[in-house]
Each structure stands twice: as structure tokens, then as C-alpha cells.
T-cell receptor
């Protein structure tokens, strides 16, 4: 079966702009989580959605938001981009949540200039 | 709050030698514990997980991990390393619908 797909794979934006990243989970998976990966901070949890409901949110400013659609696809949005938002954004899907095996997508590499 | 510590940032090992990666967690109860691997330019892949039961867990690619409650540890081992094992390894704990990751250990394999 198809894995987790993330679009776009690479993105270059300038400070102050906003960006939307997309994640399509494995068919049948209802949980989608987002993580930010940077060399300095490592892997940090952004938020988790299950059946269109956000169940947990990490310690990120309100500029970071997300949503999940009825088909389990998810998007995350970052508004008013800052240089420090440059990172690899990983999406993961699972059947029921983080306590299940999570299947990760290849990530979206965001560069903010 | 739960936390995960991987004391070794970088380990170099010879091909065919054994490998052990350390992981310590801080959590009140026995958490759900995982080891993930990330190869360059790729997403993370689950190696193994521990929920309960037998404290020695077998995973993919010949890896195993041992849960020790008394030491709050979940160390990853492989008896004989292959060049393809060069990657970054992350220990993680799942609590409250989220994974908290350690900082990761980069493994270099020398011929």
C-alpha cells in the first residue's frame, strides 16, 4: 500500500509570508501527527489529529496551526514566517495514535530567507 | 513532563562489530518506548517498540532492545553491524497522543 505522502517536498519562502504543507496518510489511518526537525532542536512535536479533532499540541506559537479533513488528509499552516522556521517538517500517520507504530513521510524541507 | 535522553551524540563502529545505543527516559509509569532510524534524506522508520511483557524486544534489521525499569533505560543493540546501518537513531516515548524524541545518535560505520 502507498506510504505517507507530503507535498511539496521543498519550499522556499521569505520572512513574513505564510505557507501550507500537506500530508496524505496511509489509507485507513485516522491519526496524523506533525513534527518539526532542526539541527539545533531535534525532533519536536507540533500537533496530532484524529478524526478531524486535535488531541494534542506541542509548545509552538499560534502561528503554527493545522487541520484534518474527513478523508484524514491533513494540512499545517505557518503564518508570518520567521528565519527560525526553516526546518524539515515531518508528517506521520498511524491507526490510532502515537502509541501505535507511526509511519513517517519523507518530509517537507522549508527554507525561509 | 516526560523526557528522553540519548547520551551519545555520535558513535563510530567497525563493520561486523557490535553496537549499543543508550536511551534513558523520565516518566512516572512505564511508557510506550520506541526506537526509530532515519537514513540520510529520508523519513523515520520504526525499528522496534516496547509496551509491556518480555523486556527483550526484537525488531527489524537484526536489532533488539532491552527495557530495564530499575535503570529507566531502553538500550538498542545489534550484534554485528553492516555498512547500511549508518544512520541516525532516535529513541522515543509516547504519552498523550504524542512522541517525544531523544536528540538522536548518529552512527558511522567504518570498513
Amino acid at each position: 500500500k502507498a506510504g505517507v505522502t507530503q507535498t511539496p517536498r521543498y519550499l522556499i519562502k521569505t520572512r513574513g509570508q505564510q505557507v501550507t504543507l500537506s500530508c496524505s496518510p496511509i489509507s485507513g489511518h485516522r491519526s496524523v501527527s506533525w513534527y518539526q526537525q532542526t539541527p539545533g532542536q531535534g525532533l519536536q512535536f507540533l500537533f496530532e489529529y484524529f478524526s478531524e479533532t486535535q488531541r494534542n499540541k506541542g509548545n509552538f506559537p499560534g502561528r503554527f496551526s493545522g487541520r484534518q479533513f474527513s478523508n484524514s488528509r491533513s494540512e499545517m499552516n505557518v503564518s508570518t514566517l520567521e528565519l527560525g522556521d526553516s526546518a524539515l517538517y515531518l508528517c506521520a500517520s498511524s491507526l490510532s495514535g502515537a502509541e501505535d507504530e507511526q509511519f513517517f513521510g519523507p518530509g517537507t524541507r522549508l527554507t525561509v530567507l | 513532563a516526560q523526557s528522553v535522553t540519548q547520551p551519545d551524540i555520535h558513535i563510530t563502529v567497525s563493520e561486523g562489530a557490535s553496537l549499543e545505543l543508550r536511551c534513558n527516559y523520565s516518566y512516572g509509569a512505564t511508557p510506550y518506548l520506541f526506537w526509530y532510524v532515519q537514513s540520510p534524506g529520508q523519513g523515520l522508520q520504526l525499528l522496534l517498540k516496547y509496551f509491556s511483557g518480555d523486556t527483550l524486544v526484537q525488531g527489524i534489521k537484526g536489532f533488539e532492545a532491552e527495557f530495564k525499569r530499575s535503570q529507566s533505560s531502553f538500550n538498542l543493540r545489534k550484534p554485528s553491524v553492516h555498512w547500511s546501518d549508518a544512520a541516525e537513531y532516535f529513541c522515543a516515548v509516547a504519552v498523550g497522543y504524542k512522541l517525544s524524541f531523544g536528540a538522536g545518535t548518529t552512527v558511522t560505520v567504518r570498513a
